[in-house]
């Protein structure tokens, strides 16, 4: 037991993690709060032979403790160490530096906080070459069951929404969520915007989710200056509840959009803040599609572990579009809430435009199969399985 929830074991998770830490010094775990980074801590720790030591920068003691010589005391520690809401204390960076560069190396560091500005630009300036960044995202279907895909898209991927007893109960937490968000989180992350002014922000990016951004007419609708609903969204981004989707850009003759399109990465946030809280209201509510496409974004995303830098989707304005594009991989995604998958001109245009390797229409059917050549239908209860294979 963690924090009085049952343990979820995540093994893919695990592994990934402790392959990370043979390979670097310092591993970051990162992601939003709640999302289950303490729990795989304690999974990793459980899986290794190496002795842990544990400080929580949230702890008056842990932080007492490293306030006068930081270097000292982390240099003195053995084994697997690990650092919670290391973001609280910045000035630990480059302590982890000097740490990381010794020979023979009798410590490696696991990290865990929620992004903001200042973690990343602290460890990124000062730890170049020596720490691994794992983003933490919610539960996937490997780890709650495929048969479940339905109750994962409904409740999202949090570890305490997911195992709630009873939808209700799994909405009311999430609620309690979203306000510790606004009221404590951002606010430790130094961020000093009211708490009601974020959580309009927020509900009104719900309405605008799978949507291309649009700053002007967001910022009319809001009331505020462009560059204020820019800030909010970019706060929002790096608190890492917000994803901002950026366009390809292809060598082409044909005109493409510019600007991100927005989802909020977990579709039981999403769910809470347009007052969704049943699988029939679900069904009904005209952020149904949206909804689903960006679930299954998360979870390819997840699946897949491309860098951000690497994930993008597609559009041009005679109506070509691809909803996922990994460049890189020469593969692209289109994701549709439908039993019934077909090619489209427009996956046409994509495979030919882009010069694609692969496309795979992502479905709600039961089944997956070839639709062309290059084409794939993939049923979304079978993405992981599938994808793996």
Known sequence: MVNSVPMIIRPRQVAAVLEHLRDFPVVAIIGPRQIGKTTLTHLVAAAGAE?????????????????????????????????????????????????????????????????SPDLLRQSSETLAGRIFYHELAGLGLNEVGPERINELWLRGGFPRAWLARSDAAAFRWLESFARTFLERDLPGLGIRIPAATLRRFWTMLAHWHGQVWNSSEFARSFGVADTTVRRYLDILSDAMVVRQLQPYHANLSKRQVKSPKIFLRDSGVLHRLLGIDSRDALLAHPKSGASWEGFVMEMLIGQLDPPSSQVHFWKTHTGAELDLLIPERRIGFEIKRTTKPKVTPSIRSALRDLDLDQLIIVHAGSESYPLASNVRAVAASRLEADLQS
């Open 51 to 115: 002795a842990v030591q544990r400080l929580d920068l949230e702890s008056p003691a842990d932080l007492n403790r490293l306030a006068a010589e930081p270097e000292f005391v982390l240099g003195e520690l053995r084994g697997l160490v690990v650092i919670d809401e290391v973001q609280r204390q910045p000035e630990l960076f480059p302590v982890l530096r000097v740490l990381a560069d010794r020979r023979p190396l009798p410590a490696r560091f696991l990290i865990l906080g929620s992004a």
